[in-house]
């Protein structure tokens, strides 16, 4: 039972526009997003979070939207730059489980310079 | 941000040995370390959650004699793939959390069981 889902398995950008990558869940219970970047071969590394307080978070070229009625969030990055080109992964966290995270399956993104 | 280590990075075994995987978080105590398996373009799948000095808590089809797990210390973490089978070929990843929210994942582990 896929809680955390990443519709979208590959996403192509042009160098410079903005790339927007999807995540839906279904637990209305999480409290606690997160986006991952994953290169092959290498651990997820942290890019950007925000608590389900929130609608808003803004890093950098890097924004995450959360619509909780719609249990949708989204990362926005503008201006794509080609070493942003790697998996994403999307994940939550429920409350009271501790620090478990449940993760989307990753979507695929290519910036073309 | 924080640190955690994973060795080895790669490793390939016979069918049949074990294989030790460490982790190991450098820079801060972690009071729970995670254990993930990824197969070839899925998702990061939970095997099981580990706190410090207790048993570990695995997930729904995963056999906790088949993949044991140690948490000796607030720095370490190993993870044991006993009786390794061709199937259980995978990239295995750990994390770390200590008091925070975020998950600090290590580098992954190759695992390719001949």
């Known amino acids: 039972d896929q809680q955390v889902k990443q519709n979208s398995p590959s996403l192509s950008v042009q160098e410079g526009r903005i790339s927007i990558l999807n995540c839906d869940y279904t637990?209305?219970?999480?409290?606690?997003f997160l986006w991952y970047k994953k290169y092959p071969a290498e651990g997820p590394t942290f890019l950007i979070s925000?608590?389900?307080?929130?609608d808003k978070n803004e890093d950098g070229r890097f924004t995450v939207f959360l619509n909780k009625s719609a249990k949708h969030l989204s990362l926005h990055i503008v201006p794509s730059q080609p070493g942003d080109s790697a998996v994403y992964f999307c994940a939550a966290r429920a409350r009271n489980t501790g620090n478990q995270f449940y993760f989307g399956t990753g979507t695929s993104l290519t910036v073309i310079p | 941000g924080a640190v955690v280590s994973q060795h080895p990075s790669r490793v390939i075994c016979k069918s049949g040995t074990s294989v030790k995987i460490e982790c190991r978080s450098l820079d801060f105590q972690a009071t729970t370390m995670f254990w993930y398996r990824q197969f070839p373009k899925q998702s990061l799948m939970l095997m099981a959650t580990s706190n410090e000095g207790s048993k570990a808590t695995y997930e729904q089809g995963v056999e906790k004699d088949k993949f044991l797990i140690n948490h000796a210390s607030l720095t370490l973490s190993t993870l044991t793939v006993t009786s390794a089978h061709p199937e259980d070929s995978s990239f295995y990843i750990c994390s770390a959390s200590g008091r925070g929210n975020e998950q600090y994942f290590g580098p992954g582990t190759r695992l390719t069981v001949t």
């Open positions: 637990n209305s219970m999480f409290d606690y």
């Open positions: 925000i608590s389900s307080i929130k």
